[in-house]
């Protein structure tokens, strides 16, 4: 009853409208939907009633005319000054003050979110075009890469396009299989070399095998070049590592293969091989047999690093102070050389022990003196790599 007095009070002046209350007291009971309704009787000098209900569910959101549709309004509960709760039609001032607040301050975080977005994208725009304009300066300033072709176009290229491209008169006589580099310079020097029907005396001279007539004592240079091979040979002991016309050279052992080299390749100079490197006479094993001078150099030089395996089989007993000894190195040609590995290997032969040594310089007979430096003799010695290539076990 007090309630409902508190809200005739407070609803003496208005209009019959529907009142949906959602509010919540202070100390902390939620109050159950009520349906204040006002009427008013015949005499105006009686006081209107209120009847208080429970709220029926709400209608369903259709479309109403603006006849029957009422606006609603939200009553507030508030307390007083007296301290006891009051129906208001309007929210406390704190709360107003709360709400106008919490407006401002999303007004003011949207505002900030935007100047931040448009600072954002004239940043980035910037940003995009000078890098555009570096790329631009830098493709003109660069020259254009050519462009990348597949293996079998750059083989294509390499064995019928640039060696018809101009090169020094020596580098051509030797890769057409005249004689090596250095003997060609010599035939050079000596006159015996004419270029298109003039004495050339200077190996630096540039020359194009397709266009040019190059004779060499009188006779003509094929105007195509041979192919490069490389082949793997086991060398025999016995035989030396020598380009010249000795029956027992490596090189030798190709006779054959040379002899029926215009049924192999017709019309195409014959091949001029070399070994790559030297082995002992005495040495068995590994060696590279090509026409390839480039590769060559490049496989022979010290600088290249390239590793050698070598096993030595010792005539006697090998204890610790042998394998100190050998893995400390030695003095060859007043270089010290150490090897990179020094390892002994499974015993077949109770008499005789196998070490893996493992070099990268190269030098000569800088196996030997090694193991002739640790105080041991040496009973038979064989390489079985280079580089990453290995002896096969099955070649003869």
């Known amino acids: 009853m007090a309630l409902a007095n508190a809200a005739t009070a407070a609803a003496v002046s208005l209009h019959p409208l529907l009142f949906r209350p959602a509010c919540v007291l202070r100390f902390g009971r939620r109050?159950?939907?009520?349906?204040?309704?006002?009427?008013?009787?015949?005499?105006?000098?009686?006081?209107?009633?209120?009847?208080?209900?429970?709220?029926?569910?709400?209608p369903s959101k259709k479309a109403s005319s603006p006849a029957t549709s009422a606006q609603p309004l939200v009553p507030w509960i508030v307390r007083g000054e007296d301290g006891k709760p009051r129906l208001s039609t309007s929210p406390p001032p704190e709360v107003l003050q709360a709400i106008a607040l919490a407006e401002a301050e999303a007004k003011k975080a949207a505002k900030k979110e935007s100047l931040k977005g448009q600072k954002g994208a004239v940043a980035a725009a910037a940003a995009a075009a000078s890098s555009a304009s570096v790329k631009a300066k830098e493709r003109r300033a660069t020259p254009a890469a050519p462009p990348k072709f597949s293996k079998a176009a750059r083989r294509f290229y390499n064995e019928n396009i640039k060696?018809?491209?101009p090169q020094r008169l020596a580098k051509v006589l030797a890769a057409a299989g005249v004689a090596s580099r250095r003997t060609s310079e010599e035939l050079i020097f000596q006159g015996k070399v004419t270029v298109n029907g003039s004495v050339c005396t200077s190996p630096q001279t540039k020359v194009d095998i397709a266009k040019d007539s190059i004779y060499v004592n009188g006779n003509r240079i094929s105007k195509k070049l041979p192919p490069k091979l490389y082949f793997a040979v086991n060398k025999p002991k016995g035989y030396i590592c020598s380009c010249g016309e000795e029956s027992k050279?490596?090189?030798?052992?190709?006779?054959?293969?040379?002899?029926?080299?215009?049924?192999?390749?017709?019309?195409?100079?014959?091949?001029?091989?070399?070994?790559?490197?030297?082995?002992?006479?005495?040495?068995?094993?590994?060696?590279?047999?090509?026409?390839?001078?480039?590769?060559?150099?490049?496989?022979?030089?010290?600088?290249?690093?390239?590793?050698?395996?070598?096993?030595?089989?010792?005539?006697?007993a090998v204890h610790k102070k042998h394998l100190i000894a050998i893995s400390e190195g030695t003095k060859i040609d007043g270089v010290m050389c150490v090897p990179d590995l020094v390892e002994p290997l499974a015993e077949t032969d109770t008499r005789k022990t196998r070490l893996k040594i493992v070099v990268h310089e190269g030098r000569n007979h800088e196996v030997r003196e090694l193991v002739q430096n640790a105080g041991l003799k040496v009973y038979a010695l064989k390489r079985v790599r280079l580089g990453r290539f290995r002896l096969p076990a099955d070649l003869g």
């Open 249 to 316: 050279s490596v090189v030798s052992l190709f006779s054959d293969y040379l002899k029926g080299w215009n049924k192999i390749q017709p019309g195409l100079p014959k091949p001029r091989l070399f070994t790559v490197g030297r082995l002992d006479v005495a040495t068995t094993g590994l060696i590279i047999v090509t026409n390839d001078g480039e590769f060559a150099q490049k496989l022979a030089h010290p600088s290249s690093n390239v590793k050698k395996e070598y096993v030595v089989t010792i005539d006697g």
């Open 163 to 165: 060696e018809t491209e």
């Open 31 to 58: 109050l159950r939907p009520l349906l204040l309704r006002a009427t008013s009787s015949a005499s105006t000098s009686s006081a209107p009633d209120f009847n208080i209900t429970f709220a029926e569910p709400a």
